[in-house]
């Protein structure tokens, strides 16, 4: 799904909103979370995941065209953790290729005990 496919179907369960309006939305969403990642903040979406920075150090590379070593820098770069209950959700999806799993009846959700 691209970014104007989220606002579309937004748009679609919220007829009383105007696209324009969800658009900004998901925009100061989208916003605030990059701004929050690069000041080295940790976002927890419950049900969903958690997007953190990590780390990755220096290291010396190879040119896969020519060969040639090269010096790769340290660099910060963003990582996500699914979570459990979306995680769940994916695999009640029939485990069918490209996302394209039967849905569970009428919202109904499978929750395993513990």
């Known amino acids: 799904m691209t970014k104007s496919g989220l606002i579309e ?19 100061t969403i989208f916003d605030t ?5 690069s000041s080295g903040e940790r976002i927890e ?3 969903f995941g958690s997007f953190s ?6 290291r010396t590379g190879r040119n896969p065209k020519t060969g040639v ?5 340290p660099k910060r770069v963003p ?15 029939g485990g069918k290729p490209g996302g394209q799993g039967a849905a ?7 929750h395993s005990a513990g």
Request: hydrophobic share 45%; no cysteine.
């Open 69 to 73: 070593a090269i010096d790769v820098p």
């Open 79 to 93: 990582f996500f953790t699914v979570g459990h209950e979306l995680r769940e959700r994916v695999n009640e999806g």
């Open 9 to 27: 179907a937004i748009t679609g369960h919220m007829a009383h909103l105007p696209g324009k309006d969800v658009e900004v939305v998901v925009n």
């Open 53 to 58: 920075v990590r780390h990755r150090r220096a």
């Open 45 to 47: 979406i419950r049900g």
């Open 33 to 37: 979370m990059t701004a929050a990642l």
């Open 104 to 110: 569970s009846p009428a919202g109904v959700t499978k």
